[in-house]
């Protein structure tokens, strides 16, 4: 019986290490566009003449995006895509905000691949704007080899600095036509090292550790008397 409580007493102190480690370092996370609830909102605008207008674009007005029947991986603010007939130019911010606290920011290093609709190659009511991205605000970076059609996934693009502690957001500035617009994400690879200090256990994990030893002293302690 004594043997048997010791044992769970050790399996305790186990587990509490273990769990402290997982903890410590887990990825980051990142959603892709196939779970939008809670994680993706898009701010919309309509202007019918504002193509290629970056100042067409609003932030004032986010609400939660939804998936698009019938398109995949595709996003918008409805179920349809669609805020028009064509040629009303309908301005997307597709936003995610994501938490990088516990991790050194300088060491983040994302990899994702994106899709849009439309595809800003200037014609047949595809509109001008390239589709673009930004980091916390930072500089906005182009849909990869534009102008070319955006509508499949991108290849890779890498991430690995504008990352800061605590909350970040990104950002994707996607214009459509007006008729079964949106935009999809997939996240290849997030890491970063983690900023907690591993050999310090939590007060959580230092509880269940003293609860254990305790308890193998109070059997050791019987043994010898």
Known sequence: MKSSK?????LFVFLALVGGIAECF???LLYSSNDPIGHWFVSTNIDSAGDGMLASFKTDNFRQAVAVTGRGDYIANNA???NGPMG????FVFRQTFNLTGYDPTSANLKFQWAADDSGEGYAARGTWIPKFSLNGGGLV??????????NYSSVVALA????SGLNTIDFYVEGNGVTDGFAFKPIEFTADSSCPST???PATMLL????LAGLAGVTRKKKS
């Open 6 to 10: 010791c044992a769970i007493q050790i």
């Open 26 to 28: 887990a990825d980051p």
């Open 80 to 82: 349809t895509g669609s």
């Open 88 to 91: 009303d130019w309908t301005f």
């Open 142 to 151: 182009s849909y990869p080899g534009s102008p070319t059609p955006t509508y």
């Open 161 to 164: 600095s504008g990352f800061v």
């Open 200 to 202: 310090v256990p939590e």
């Open 209 to 212: 550790m003293g609860t254990g």
